[in-house]
T-cell receptor, first 113, second 117 residues
Framework: GDSVTQMEGPVTLSEEAFLTINCTYTATGYPSLFWYVQYPGEGLQLLLKATKADDKGSNKGFEATYRKETTSFHLEKGSVQVSDSAVYFCALSDRAAGNKLTFGGGTRVLVKP | DGGITQSPKYLFRKEGQNVTLSCEQNLNHDAMYWYRQDPGQGLRLIYYSQIVNDFQKGDIAEGYSVSREKKESFPLTVTSAQKNPTAFYLC????????????????FGDGTRLSIL
């Protein structure tokens, strides 16, 4: 079945540091890939997405590139802010599986001033 | 504004009691989903529905039930058969178009936190 593996946290950074969160996946079909962010006590918000190989999703300074050859979708941001402190989830959606989302375990990021 | 509304925000269940979590969306989305999130873990799919009057079990459906009588609404009942119901429950919705290969992103509500009394 489909699965998503992302690096465990917590990841603790200083403000303006570079952030990378690794995400790899296995899927039988042609998945779309997503990054969601969850702030404390809230639901998930879509951060960015990519629907085919070599697509780059970007939003709010975050970027991730769909790498089919390495089955990866790593999230990066060049200069983090305290407001980026949250839990980040990598997910895939496979039409062969009825468009259901399969999530990674989440990575907590803490940015210190 | 369009969105997904979950209620209540906090819910307490007594032993042997069934409780129902509400989820309403005004995004005109076809598909709706229920997830369970346990502390420090990812989300697991409970049930999903792609059209009115039809729904399918997800990965952890035991002890839960749903209905989809209206496009806008997808309530989740946590039954007394669910022995460990304490969790954060998230409802989501998305477009579902069979004519395209593009998977539509899911939009989430703010969640309901269920605890045992």
């Amino acid at each position: 079945g489909d699965s998503v593996t992302q690096m465990e946290g917590p990841v603790t950074l200083s403000e303006e540091a570079f952030l990378t969160i690794n995400c790899t996946y296995t899927a039988t079909g042609y998945p779309s890939l997503f990054w969601y962010v969850q702030y404390p006590g809230e639901g998930l918000q879509l951060l960015l997405k990519a629907t085919k190989a070599d697509d780059k999703g970007s939003n709010k300074g975050f970027e991730a590139t769909y790498r089919k050859e390495t089955t990866s979708f790593h999230l990066e941001k060049g200069s983090v802010q305290v407001s980026d402190s949250a839990v980040y989830f990598c997910a895939l959606s496979d039409r062969a599986a009825g468009n259901k989302l399969t999530f990674g375990g989440g990575t907590r990021v803490l940015v210190k001033p | 504004d369009g969105g997904i509304t979950q209620s209540p925000k906090y819910l307490f269940r007594k032993e042997g009691q069934n409780v129902t979590l509400s989820c309403e969306q005004n995004l005109n989305h076809d598909a709706m989903y229920w997830y369970r999130q346990d502390p420090g873990q990812g989300l697991r799919l409970i049930y999903y529905s792609q059209i009115v009057n039809d729904f399918q079990k997800g990965d952890i459906a035991e002890g839960y039930s749903v209905s989809r009588e209206k496009k806008e609404s997808f309530p989740l009942t946590v039954t007394s058969a669910q022995k460990n119901p304490t969790a954060f429950y998230l409802c989501a919705s998305s477009l579902y178009r069979t004519t395209t290969l593009i998977n539509q992103p899911q939009h989430f509500g703010d969640g309901t936190r269920l605890s045992i009394l």
